[in-house]
């Protein structure tokens, strides 16, 4: 989230072009874009709104055993996906790795219906109430200014991490 609020500084203060390292979908000059375009931002409005989804959905997220390779997983397949199929424009933020938490934490009660999953998308649910988010109002936000893809790529990436990593049953 740091990384962030630095290219976001570095954008605003220094005029550098940081848009040029969003998703731009079927470039293949934008191809490495899958791994930096969840790091820029259009505004500080746009930053600190995913801020905040991240470091809810992010903390519970985190709570989750294999939790750096599921979120590595999620911003692999939510860049190829966007990449592979969203519309002509340039994609960029972290709300694709947000709803993918969201994503991995509705699986993860579902598909292991283990305590720690079920307790962390109750607190998901709870923390996000309160704090006036609406996942499925994001989930399916079509409007212009918004990469409705990265959403609703994010969240399947993270339902199928969350089903992937699922414990064998016996």
């Known amino acids: 989230m740091a990384v962030m609020c630095v ?17 731009v979908p079927h470039d293949i000059h934008h191809l490495s874009s899958v791994f930096t375009a969840p790091f820029v931002h259009g505004s500080w409005g746009h930053l600190m709104s995913n801020l905040l989804g991240l470091s809810i959905s992010g903390y519970l997220a985190a709570r989750l055993p294999k939790f750096k390779r599921l979120t590595f997983f999620i911003v692999v397949a939510t860049g190829l996906l966007v990449w592979l199929f969203a519309g002509n424009a340039n994609h960029i933020g972290a709300s694709g790795i947000v ?16 305590t720690l999953g079920i307790v962390s998308f109750v607190a998901l649910l709870v923390l996000t109430y309160y704090a006036n988010i609406s996942f499925l109002a994001t ?8 990469s409705s893809s990265s959403h609703i790529f ?17």
């Open 99 to 114: 709803m993918g938490y969201f994503g991995l934490l509705l699986g993860a009660a579902l598909f292991n219906r283990d």
């Open 7 to 23: 290219v976001q500084v570095l954008g605003g203060l220094f005029g550098f072009p940081v848009y040029r390292f969003g998703i």
């Open 154 to 170: 994010g969240f399947l990436s993270g339902l199928l991490a969350a089903y992937i990593t699922k414990p064998k049953r016996v």
């Open 139 to 146: 989930l399916f936000d079509f409007s212009a200014q918004t």
